[in-house]
């Protein structure tokens, strides 16, 4: 993740470095930076995955124990292990996670698995997903307002 991180910044500060009026030596002493740096321990020896989401409304959003999430989502609610029940659940309980990285993740593996996680049945219709959302990660829906201070 750190180094597809890096990778992304280098690649946009190459396409930065064209634009500008630079020699060449000026231009090699620019390097993109280090974000393994940055990055908590825990994350960078994670091994059960990680994802980033970069969220243009948001920032960055990162979910570990990502490999279980998508195995929980790829069964589509069916024979789900109590880890996936786990990670599911807490991937729509948890606050740092904002409704477009469910929905994102949704579209590639379906909502069965949360149907599944949530014991809901099948003649419910599609519409669950937007009332957890709303339910779980209500904080996105409402009117948030910039911060603002006055100095005087």
């Known amino acids: 993740m750190a180094e597809g991180m890096h990778k992304q910044f280098q690649d946009s500060l190459k396409a930065q470095l064209k634009t500008m009026k630079l ?11 280090d974000f393994a740096k940055s990055l908590p321990k825990e994350i960078l020896k994670s091994k059960n995955g990680c994802c980033l989401y970069f969220n243009p409304e948001e920032g960055m959003e990162i979910w570990t124990d990502f490999s279980k999430l998508i195995s929980g989502l790829q069964k589509n609610g069916k024979d789900l292990s109590q880890d996936e029940l786990y990670v599911v659940s807490d991937f729509i309980f948890s606050d740092s996670i904002s409704p477009n ?3 994102k993740l949704l579209q590639k593996y379906g909502d069965g698995s949360i149907r599944g996680a949530f014991f809901l ?15 779980y990660k209500g904080q996105y829906f409402r009117n ?4 603002i ?3 005087q």
């Open 23 to 33: 020699n060449s030596e000026e231009k090699s002493k620019i390097k993109a930076p």
């Open 101 to 103: 990285f469910v929905k």
């Open 121 to 135: 049945k099948e003649s419910i219709g599609e519409y669950f997903v937007d009332y957890l959302l709303r339910q």
């Open 144 to 147: 948030r307002y910039p911060s």
């Open 149 to 151: 201070s006055f100095v």
